[in-house]
């Protein structure tokens, strides 16, 4: 099978079809019922394809993306034996990849020749892609706070499945609140970008475009943030410039500096939501002192009693 050994810069991730959802539905459509098959079976490489706006809701950091491809490919190189099935949904002659797509770059990266075992899903295509999502998140690489955010916020503007807010929450783990907050949202997007694009003298955004954080902007008035990336930061800056002069020119600064615990136990005061709001915020910027503290704070040793 080639190589003796695998390095994490031989690692080859599988080309993306770029197929959107409406574009796989109408393809299933054309093709009919699918030809009945054993629900386990082998298929040749070629005949599995990706759609990764389709199937795929994580958004994982790429260096652990890249070592747990890699590990997989090592693991088929060294045993010489294909990986669990992969998860894949019939479309025509194809198979795509519901659940999988690591296994499927490892593969890749193993130079595997041989016919890889799938399972083929016989449900719909919504089915199919809820069911990612679910795989997703009980994934042994976990989705980031963002990607459960993005995967919800997805889920609302296609009113996929039709679910609730909780079943939504349930099926992605963000917190039953911040739902129902994506629901009101997206009920007054088109009205509140309407209005912004007037005040801005532009033309309306497709609320279909528009990432959560964006729609939420637009959505609490925050006009300049509905357009580009870079007004969204802009606009950020000098609100949260005008945040620090505040605090600044109130004193307030010294008396958060001087003692974080009461600073801490001030800000909970203030919303009793907020620690867990700012943790969010922060998950990805601070990912590995939280993991640390996170580590440190489960350590038994620690326990003063």
Partial sequence: MGRRRIRIADIREPSDSGKTATQLQAEIEQAGPATVEPAERTVARGDIHVAEQVFQWRD???????NHIHRLAK??????????????????????????????????????????????????????????????VRDKLPMTTKAKSAAAWQIVKENLGGLTAQEIADRTGVSLRQVKYMKAAWKELPAALAAAAKAAGKEPVDPMELTWAQARDVWQGKTAAAFTDEERETWKQRKAQEMVDLIQRTNVAAGIMRDMEVAALALQMLDADLPA???????????????????RIAMPDNDPF
């Fill in 75 to 136: 693991a088929i190189k060294e045993q010489g034996k294909p990986l669990p099935h992969l998860l894949v949904l019939p479309v025509g002659q194809r198979f795509y990849v519901i659940d999988g797509h690591h296994r499927l770059a490892a593969y890749d990266t193993a130079e595997w020749a041989k016919r890889i075992p799938v399972r083929v899903f016989p449900g719909d295509l919504t089915t199919a892609r809820l069911l990612a999502l679910s795989c997703n």
């Fill in 277 to 295: 709001a700012l943790m969010e915020q922060w998950a990805g910027d601070y990912s590995e002192e939280i993991e640390e503290l996170a580590a």
């Fill in 60 to 66: 994982s950091d790429q260096w652990d993306r890249r």
